[in-house]
């Protein structure tokens, strides 16, 4: 696809569509949106714009499209795939200053934002409510960029992740149409699912301009448990068990030694250097929640668990769970000679362990510093494979091993990503994952964009 370069007419004329000031080529802006919280090399757009309306992003669209202009949607760029890195340069587009919460409807458990929300913020807002929007990927991300990721985390075997709950959606066409997609009600079976197509595509389909998205009740009570095991794969058996005997966890995260004595050191835990799995139960009352640990536990020392630490309440959930959610930060910061490849491959729950294994087999007899994180209740793997920055030889080998390892889990009836998207990272796997179905991503792709623009170079090989 051939893009023409921003001239300063085009400037000028997108400067009209919104407030001068609000558009930007200044240097340090075009470094901020020239990369994302992953290693993939950055890359700067030639211009970016902060609209404050669907009808500014119509404009910008409309003039883009008939300019061969590349337009990209910017949330918080807090990806890890390069997913909202501008390769081939053109307008970014900025959601910071779209960032309004409109209307919460505590009585049908809907809210209706602005793309540039940041879910930290609209649970801020619905704390008096006892509602909450429960996806949440760790990092402060905006609610169009995790629709356009279809974003998860550590709660989304329970609750499940962002495309479950987004009820309606404005989303700004390529031409600069705009169109709304879904109903307020909480179920429907009418039509095609237009909402689960523009969920997770990256912005390649068009631009969201406003969501209705459902929300959750917080539940009454919380239970948590620190369970530590002899190795990957005992603990890959319980995680296993767990979801077999009906526990109903809603959060089920496996981490390797390494993790466990990073999270000692960092955070003054003083739990035994092993694999560990931390499990986490919501419920109605303590006594239920109660029960559930126990059943739990036996479970876990069915499999070989060596030591077992339950908690109730919510102080003891938050306590358990604090040093978990920080390891994401974590790792980086004790390691800032190194650039991390991390793995998102998930794979179904009965292969888990196979999954485990093949890891091991591929990390074994190797130098390399690795960091097993995973939301095992998802099969879901995130491994850190730490390389020296520059140490070309070592990332050579780290490529080998994580292609081997993501067709590994496809094979397994698995897939690329789990949470993170494709992006730039995960393209060359499209064909093996998809199949004859890519082709018909490639038709639905020009069906709403024919010229390409936006967000291109992205998700396909
Ligand atoms: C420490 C850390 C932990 C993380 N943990 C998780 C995790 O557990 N689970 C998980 O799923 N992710 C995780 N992530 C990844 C990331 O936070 C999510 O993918 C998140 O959804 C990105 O949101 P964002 O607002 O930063 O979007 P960006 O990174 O800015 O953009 C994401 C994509 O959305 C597009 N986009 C942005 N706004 C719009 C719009 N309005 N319309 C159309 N397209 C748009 C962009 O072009 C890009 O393709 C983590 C990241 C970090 C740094």
Same mark, same amino acid.
């Given at each position: 696809?051939?893009?023409?370069?921003?001239?300063?007419? @085009?400037?000028?004329?997108?400067?009209?569509?919104?407030?001068?000031?609000?558009?930007?080529?200044?240097?340090?802006? /075009?470094?901020? @949106?020239?990369?994302?919280?992953?290693?993939?090399?950055?890359?700067?757009?030639?211009?970016?714009?902060? !609209?404050?309306?669907?009808?500014?992003?119509?404009?910008?669209?409309?003039?883009?499209?008939?300019?061969?202009?590349?337009?990209?949607?910017?949330?918080?760029?807090?990806?890890?795939?390069?997913?909202?890195? !501008?390769?081939?340069?053109?307008?970014?587009?900025?959601?910071?200053?779209?960032?309004? #919460?409109?209307?919460?409807?505590?009585?049908?458990?809907?809210? &209706?934002?602005?793309?540039?929300?940041?879910?930290?913020?609209?649970?801020?807002?619905?704390?008096?409510?006892?509602?909450?929007?429960?996806? &949440?990927?760790?990092?402060?991300?905006?609610?169009?960029?995790? #629709?356009?990721?279809?974003?998860?985390?550590?709660?989304?075997?329970?609750?499940?992740?962002?495309?479950?709950?987004?009820?309606?959606?404005?989303?700004?066409?390529?031409?600069?149409?705009?169109?709304?997609?879904?109903?307020?009600?909480?179920?429907?079976?009418?039509?095609?699912?237009?909402?689960?197509?523009?969920?997770?595509?990256?912005?390649?389909?068009?631009?969201?301009?406003?969501?209705?998205? +459902?929300?959750?009740? /917080?539940?009454?009570?919380?239970?948590?448990?620190?369970?530590?095991?002899?190795?990957?794969?005992?603990?890959?058996?319980?995680?296993?068990?767990?979801?077999?005997?009906?526990?109903?966890?809603?959060?089920?995260?496996?981490?390797?030694? +390494?993790?466990?004595?990073?999270?000692?050191?960092?955070?003054?835990?003083?739990?035994?250097?092993?694999?560990?799995?931390?499990?986490?139960?919501?419920?109605?009352?303590?006594?239920?929640?109660?029960?559930?640990?126990?059943?739990?536990?036996?479970?876990?020392?069915?499999?070989?668990?060596?030591?077992?630490?339950?908690?109730?309440?919510?102080?003891?959930?938050?306590?358990?769970?604090?040093?978990?959610?920080?390891?994401?930060?974590?790792?980086?910061?004790?390691?800032?000679?190194?650039?991390?490849?991390?793995?998102?491959?998930?794979?179904?729950?009965?292969?888990?362990?196979?999954?485990?294994?093949?890891? +091991?087999?591929?990390? &074994?007899?190797?130098?390399?510093?690795?960091?097993?994180?995973? @939301?095992?209740?998802?099969?879901?793997? @995130?491994?850190?494979?730490?390389?020296?920055?520059?140490?070309?030889?070592?990332?050579?080998?780290?490529?080998?091993?994580?292609?081997?390892?993501?067709?590994?889990? #496809?094979?397994?009836?698995?897939?690329?990503?789990?949470?993170?998207?494709?992006?730039?990272?995960?393209?060359?796997?499209?064909?093996?994952?998809?199949?004859?179905?890519?082709?018909?991503?490639?038709?639905?792709?020009?069906?709403?964009?024919?010229?390409?623009?936006?967000?291109?170079?992205?998700?396909? !090989?």
């Amino acid at each position: 696809m051939k893009f023409n370069s921003l001239t300063q007419t @085009h400037l000028e004329n997108l400067k009209a569509m919104v407030a001068p000031d609000r558009l930007s080529t200044g240097e340090s802006v /075009l470094d901020l @949106h020239a990369r994302d919280e992953s290693r993939h090399p950055p890359c700067r757009p030639e211009a970016v714009i902060w !609209p404050q309306s669907p009808t500014e992003v119509s404009a910008v669209l409309k003039y883009a499209n008939s300019n061969g202009l590349p337009v990209t949607g910017w949330g918080s760029g807090s990806s890890l795939e390069g997913n909202p890195i !501008p390769i081939r340069k053109g307008i970014v587009l900025d959601f910071s200053q779209m960032n309004r #919460i409109l209307e919460i409807r505590e009585e049908d458990f809907q809210a &209706d934002v602005e793309p540039g929300v940041v879910y930290q913020d609209l649970n801020q807002k619905l704390r008096h409510t006892g509602l909450f929007f429960p996806p &949440d990927p760790g990092a402060r991300a905006t609610l169009g960029g995790m #629709i356009a990721n279809n974003a998860s985390g550590t709660r989304t075997i329970y609750y499940g992740s962002t495309k479950d709950y987004v009820l309606k959606l404005s989303v700004a066409l390529a031409d600069g149409e705009v169109i709304e997609l879904g109903t307020r009600a909480s179920k429907t079976s009418s039509g095609y699912d237009l909402i689960r197509l523009f969920v997770g595509s990256e912005g390649t389909l068009g631009i969201v301009v406003g969501a209705t998205v +459902r929300l959750a009740s /917080l539940p009454a009570e919380f239970s948590a448990a620190i369970a530590t095991f002899p190795s990957m794969e005992a603990a890959g058996k319980a995680v296993f068990e767990i979801m077999r005997g009906g526990l109903n966890p809603a959060a089920l995260e496996l981490l390797g030694p +390494r993790c466990i004595d990073l999270m000692n050191r960092e955070e003054g835990l003083e739990l035994t250097v092993s694999p560990t799995l931390f499990v986490e139960f919501h419920g109605a009352t303590t006594g239920q929640l109660a029960e559930v640990l126990e059943l739990c536990e036996e479970v876990c020392k069915a499999e070989g668990c060596s030591h077992f630490q339950p908690g109730l309440g919510r102080a003891e959930r938050d306590r358990i769970f604090k040093a978990r959610h920080a390891l994401g930060e974590m790792i980086p910061r004790n390691h800032p000679d190194c650039g991390i490849m991390i793995l998102d491959v998930a794979v179904p729950i009965t292969t888990y362990a196979a999954l485990i294994t093949e890891i +091991r087999k591929e990390l &074994d007899g190797t130098n390399l510093n690795s960091y097993y994180i995973s @939301h095992a209740g998802n099969g879901n793997v @995130h491994l850190n494979i730490l390389g020296k920055k520059g140490d070309q030889k070592q990332w050579d080998l780290i490529k080998e091993i994580s292609q081997r390892l993501v067709s590994k889990s #496809i094979e397994l009836g698995g897939t690329a990503t789990g949470e993170h998207g494709i992006g730039l990272g995960k393209r060359k796997y499209m064909a093996a994952e998809h199949r004859t179905s890519l082709q018909w991503m490639k038709r639905v792709k020009s069906l709403f964009d024919p010229n390409g623009i936006l967000n291109p170079g992205k998700i396909f !090989p």
